[in-house]
């Protein structure tokens, strides 16, 4: 079992951190956490910025805003408004607030941690999400690949775009048609993806790569030809009829720039921990 650190061990990590930027102070803090359950701070700036708690822990809500390395978005589908045992409504935890609060189309039965969809059902979000220069993170238990599985998507104001991945479970297809026709980013997946439970990340990053990872493992990348890309309905692309035959248990991004990259990890820890993700 781990111990617990004795004040001067905190003392020493703080002074080393204290001039460290905010990157590496993340990177040591994930490190730390995978290391300890007992050691673990509760915000990236507690280190070298005063007293710390050492029984907390870095939580996803501590990335929480709208700026760089935040997350603006972030549903705990479960957690939602119900009426008996199905879901009316789903509050938006991320930085962004009511802006990204999602209305429910369809009957969605709730059997928390997760809604169970099918692909009549889908999730309407109140405002558009851009989702160049961003990391989608989903949670979903796809129960059967008889169906392309549409994640997210818009068919809005002269906007169309799609994210589904194919029946064979080896192709996430990104699309998008402004106006003039569809323009279509194919990421083939290996290996491929089975039906089961697993969190699924879509990285858009502008003037670089649309790269998909399963638990963790990166699957497929090709070059992004989007410039912007957004979506306002989640488990449903441009078709109202097409969406996710799944357990949906959460869906988040997190802004690309700042610490980014460092806390990639810690999400992907505090997601599989609850979820049982196995990764």
Not at 4 to 27: H, M, S
Not at 174 to 190: H, M
């Amino acid at each position: 079992m781990a111990r617990k650190p004795t004040a001067t061990q905190i003392a020493t990590f703080q002074a080393l951190l204290a001039d460290a930027n905010a990157a590496v102070r993340e990177v040591f803090l994930a490190a730390v956490y995978a290391a300890s359950d007992t050691f673990t701070l509760s915000s990236v700036n507690a280190i070298g910025a005063g007293p710390a708690s050492v029984t907390s822990s870095i939580d996803i809500r501590d990335f929480y805003g709208t700026g760089a390395g935040q997350i603006p978005m972030d549903h705990l589908h479960a957690s939602g408004a119900a009426s008996g045992s199905n879901l009316t409504a789903v509050a938006n935890s991320g930085g962004a607030g009511a802006e990204f609060d999602v209305a429910v189309s369809g009957t969605i039965p709730v059997t928390p941690p997760y809604v169970t969809l099918d692909p009549n059902n889908r999730f309407d979000i109140a405002s558009r999400v851009e989702l160049v220069d961003t990391r989608l993170f989903i949670v979903a238990d796809i129960l059967a690949l008889t169906s392309n599985q549409n994640f997210f998507g818009r068919n809005v104001g002269g906007e169309v775009t799609n994210i589904f991945l194919n029946t064979a479970g080896d192709r996430m297809t990104v699309n998008r048609n402004p106006g003039t026709g569809f323009v279509n980013a194919q990421i083939d997946l290996s290996p491929a993806v089975a039906a089961a439970l697993r969190l699924y990340e879509i990285e858009m990053t502008p003037g670089g790569n649309i790269t998909v990872w399963v638990n963790g493992q990166q699957r497929g990348s090709v070059a992004n030809p989007f410039t912007t890309f957004g979506v306002n309905r989640i488990a449903a692309g441009q078709s109202l009829t097409s969406g996710l035959n799944a357990r949906l248990y959460r869906t988040l991004y997190l802004n690309q720039g700042g610490d980014y990259a460092a806390r990639i990890p810690i999400i992907r820890s505090r997601l599989n921990e609850p979820y049982g993700l196995g990764m």
